[in-house]
């Protein structure tokens, strides 16, 4: 009874899932992710083509590198937020500058970069990964932040002893 109930606790404490920071390289199997930025737009491209999301488009500049021997296919990832609500990555990358892909096929030591699409409100995310076999995940920390977003300083006017120069 008490080796079943050790078991039980040892098995626990291996299944919790391990979580990496913006920046820092996360191996799963035989991927290894980098997620270095993100970006929240509130529409891709202008005009009568602009997309419009439901909430806000959010980029997540990524790279995932296949350390194996034999190709694979990078998985596709979800973001959740700290209320437990998920929010899938979207599928049609129009408009979107450096777009990954969806379906993401990668040669021995080669990878897959670029930026995933999702549609969902501005929060605090954390981008759930998995290995090429979907078994074991783990999540990446996304901040919250719109540093993309700041709008640049208007242009410098000159003053009137300027223009007479």
């Not at 969902?120 to 920390?141: C, F, G, M, Q, V």
Request: charge should be negative; include cysteine.
């Amino acid at each position: 009874m008490s080796a079943a109930l050790l078991l039980n606790t040892c098995s626990n404490r291996s299944s919790r899932i391990h979580s990496y920071s913006l920046g820092e390289k996360a191996e799963l199997g035989h991927i290894i992710y980098t997620v270095y930025e993100t970006q929240w737009l509130p529409q891709l491209s202008n005009g009568p083509a602009a997309r419009i999301p439901q909430h806000r488009f959010f980029l997540v500049r990524m790279t995932a590198v296949n350390s194996g021997g034999a190709d694979l296919i990078v998985p596709n990832v979800t973001i959740e937020d700290d209320k437990g609500n998920s929010y899938p990555e979207l599928q049609n990358g129009d408009g979107v500058p450096q777009w990954i892909g969806y379906l993401r096929q990668v040669k021995p030591a080669e990878s897959a970069q670029g930026n995933l699409l999702f549609d969902a409100p501005p929060a605090h995310y954390k981008l759930r990964i998995t290995d090429e076999n979907e078994e074991r995940s783990a999540y990446i920390d996304i901040p919250l932040s719109f540093g993309a977003e700041t709008p640049p300083p208007p242009p410098e006017v000159p003053t009137p002893a300027e223009k007479k120069q």
